[in-house]
């Protein structure tokens, strides 16, 4: 589905509706970054294709309310938009006409990224890699604003994420950075956290359902057990904001101890384990 076909069937849904959609919807953006090394490629492209699968069969997200954006050499380019800065901005717009305080958004990025340092009294400036212009986050945050929905979920899966957490946070927003602000390598958080969504073991309160949090213990653990079976040293350090205080925590799933972040991402859920989706 082309760009254009996604962002006429987002306003359509818009249209039909009187401008105001129909209460509990999900919606999601999936951008993939570029990318020099063609195994990364196939792994971010498998990440992107299985999220994908989970967002529309799992979680219930309607075709026309999901979008995804990637370079012109992945494998699955003919299926999506060309993920650029103006077909970002673009999305977000269209997105934003139709979400309202009763829907779940979700922005996820996969790719890579780096961190730019500002001068003395300004804050360094976090750069997701696009074909052309690359895009920061001051960008993102100005698009994300105008989405309305209820509670936004933000998962930065690049290095240096942990840059962008104090300009995305904001109130009903839950922002997963699979990197702290100095860790340059590339990630391979969503390799982990994608599959921990649907994973029966993960749902350890055992109440039917896999949160973000859950999913992100999950995705920790996976990242850690990974790099210590192949023996090198750990570049990733994932960390969650939910607190609206722009600080994200290593280990959100003490939030009930440490009284920080975490109480969020603990209740928000897209599926239940059986599939039967919380916000269509």
Not at 73 to 94: F, M, P, V, Y
Not at 109 to 118: K, L, S, T
Not at 212 to 225: I, K
Request: with cysteine.
């Amino acid at each position: 589905m082309t760009l254009g076909i996604q962002i006429a069937c987002v306003w359509t849904l818009a249209v039909a509706a009187g401008g105001q959609p129909a209460p509990g919807h999900t919606y999601a953006l999936v951008v993939s970054g570029i990318g020099t090394d063609p195994n990364e490629r196939l792994l971010k492209d498998r990440v992107v294709h299985e999220l994908r699968a989970y967002l529309l069969e799992k979680a219930g997200v309607e075709p026309p309310r999901l979008a995804l954006l990637v370079p012109k050499d992945s494998s699955i380019r003919n299926s999506a938009g060309l993920s650029s800065s103006e077909n970002i901005r673009k999305t977000l717009e269209a997105f934003s006409a139709v979400t309202g305080p009763t829907d779940r958004f979700v922005f996820y990025y996969i790719g890579q990224a780096n961190a730019v340092a500002q001068t003395q009294n300004r804050a360094s400036l976090l750069r997701l890699n696009l074909p052309g212009p690359d895009i920061t986050q001051e960008d993102l945050a100005t698009w994300l604003a105008g989405i309305k929905a209820g509670t936004t979920l933000i998962v930065l899966d690049c290095p240096c994420a942990a840059v962008a957490a104090k300009a995305l946070t904001g109130r009903g927003r839950i922002t997963l950075c699979a990197a702290k602000e100095d860790q340059v390598y590339g990630t391979r958080f969503g390799i982990h956290f994608v599959p921990a969504l649907t994973r029966t073991e993960n749902d350890t309160n055992h109440d039917g359902r896999i949160s973000v949090l859950e999913a992100f213990t999950a995705a920790v653990r996976g990242v850690e057990q990974w790099y210590r079976e192949g023996q090198v040293l750990q570049t990733e350090t994932a960390c969650l904001d939910d607190n609206g205080d722009g600080v994200p925590s290593e280990r959100p799933w003490r939030h009930e101890q440490d009284g920080a972040d975490g109480r969020r991402a603990a209740q928000f859920f897209l599926a239940s384990i059986g599939g039967d989706h919380s916000g269509k």
